[in-house]
């Protein structure tokens, strides 16, 4: 198991093959999807495999689960890669279990994101996007020192887009 990242909370680390039903559940459950892509059972399986592939480029961005330290529950999911729809950024995403929602758990993983790819990785910047209704998401990228800077047209709607750079 590679550690990506930590926080007295949080472990950042990869999926391993045991852990393909944590990721594909949350693909199944409405509540945490309803601001992104549904994905059927068959992609959410394939986005799995290929998550593991991604691991051996080397690059140290990837998809990631997030685990509570305490007991190692799982959380849910993190990523911090290449978008799909502007290659030359690196965006930040996440998606939380319900059971911890405001405690605070996103905020403090997109702080530890984000420095991680700005002083591990050595990025420049690392961009994110909401839906246009998800204020929680939006103010915990401002919580996490994000700044919003305008609308762009990605995953087929106009959507807020926040930046942190070093």
């Given at each position: 198991?590679?550690?990506?990242?930590?926080?007295?909370?949080?472990?950042?680390?990869?999926?391993i093959a045991e852990d393909e039903e944590?990721?594909?559940?949350?693909?199944?459950?409405?509540?945490?999807?309803?601001?992104?892509?549904?994905?059927?059972?068959?992609?959410?399986?394939?986005?799995?495999k290929d998550t593991l592939k991604e691991?051996?480029?080397?690059?140290?961005?990837?998809?990631?689960?997030?685990?509570?330290?305490?007991?190692?529950?799982?959380?849910?999911?993190?990523?911090?890669?290449?978008?799909?729809?502007?290659?030359?950024?690196?965006?930040?995403?996440?998606?939380?279990?319900?059971?911890?929602?405001?405690?605070?758990?996103?905020?403090?993983?997109?702080?530890?994101?984000?420095?991680?790819?700005?002083?591990?990785?050595?990025?420049?910047?690392v961009c994110a996007v909401t839906h246009?209704?998800?204020?929680?998401?939006?103010?915990?990228?401002?919580?996490?020192?994000?700044?919003?800077?305008?609308?762009?047209?990605?995953?087929?709607?106009?959507?807020?887009?926040?930046?942190?750079?070093?």
């Open positions: 198991m590679n550690i990506i990242t930590q926080t007295p909370r949080l472990l950042i680390r990869q999926f944590l990721s594909t559940v949350m693909d199944a459950d409405d509540r945490l999807t309803q601001y992104v892509k549904k994905r059927t059972p068959q992609e959410s399986k394939q986005v799995f691991y051996q480029n080397g690059t140290g961005l990837g998809r990631w689960g997030i685990f509570n330290i305490a007991d190692n529950d799982f959380i849910g999911v993190c990523a911090l890669k290449p978008s799909d729809y502007d290659k030359s950024r690196i965006e930040l995403g996440y998606r939380i279990h319900l059971k911890y929602w405001g405690q605070g758990i996103a905020t403090e993983l997109a702080e530890a994101l984000v420095n991680y790819g700005l002083s591990k990785v050595g990025l420049k910047e246009p209704q998800n204020a929680a998401s939006q103010r915990v990228l401002i919580k996490a020192g994000f700044v919003r800077e305008g609308i762009v047209f990605w995953y087929g709607e106009d959507v807020p887009f926040f930046r942190i750079s070093r």
